[in-house]
């Protein structure tokens, strides 16, 4: 489903908080091996809907699909991220005995991940003529306005520059 697209030019407000992003993944190796595949694949929207029906931190995804499926996460902590992944009665414990025990190292079917501590005068972001994506929708999203027309005025919003 999209959104309102918004006219003109917003960005990422931070609000003088840090936010984690993470970007974790899949990739299909073989692709023609669906027995090893199908189960990596359902393992992500399955933890989505458990953390969207909990306040546990996840603020806002996305997923593309392809060869390799790329999921973007942002959370409100690290903490709180990490409490997800290695919480017993979380699903991605389940997820990750399962990928252990049907793939390993096998090589059918690659997985990944990224995190990122972002926070004022460490990210900069722009979205023009879109509807809330990404950062903007995980924070704060508002008009890019005096002060803010550049990469450079962005990243030093919130920090002793301005």
């Known amino acids: 489903m999209t959104g ?13 908080q840090e936010t984690v992003v993470f970007l974790i993944g899949m990739r299909f190796n073989h692709w023609w091996r669906a027995d090893k595949w199908a189960t990596v694949v359902t ?13 546990a931190g996840l603020l806002n995804w996305r997923m593309w699909f392809g060869r390799t499926i790329l999921v973007a996460q942002y959370w409100r902590s690290v903490q709180e991220l990490h409490t997800f992944a290695t919480s017993s009665s979380a699903p991605h414990a389940t997820a990750w005995r399962e990928f252990n025990r049907r793939i390993g190292a096998d090589g059918t079917v690659g997985i990944w991940h990224e995190t990122y501590l972002v926070g004022p005068g460490r990210a900069e972001a722009v979205y023009d003529n879109m509807p809330p994506f990404g950062l903007a929708k995980a924070t704060h999203h508002v008009p890019i306005g005096p002060g803010r027309q550049t990469a450079k005025a962005r990243l030093a919003h919130g920090t002793d520059e301005t």
């Open 4 to 16: 309102k697209v918004f006219n003109g030019r917003y960005t990422a407000d931070l609000d003088g």
């Open 43 to 55: 393992a992500m929207p399955r933890m989505l809907r458990h953390l969207e029906a909990r306040d």
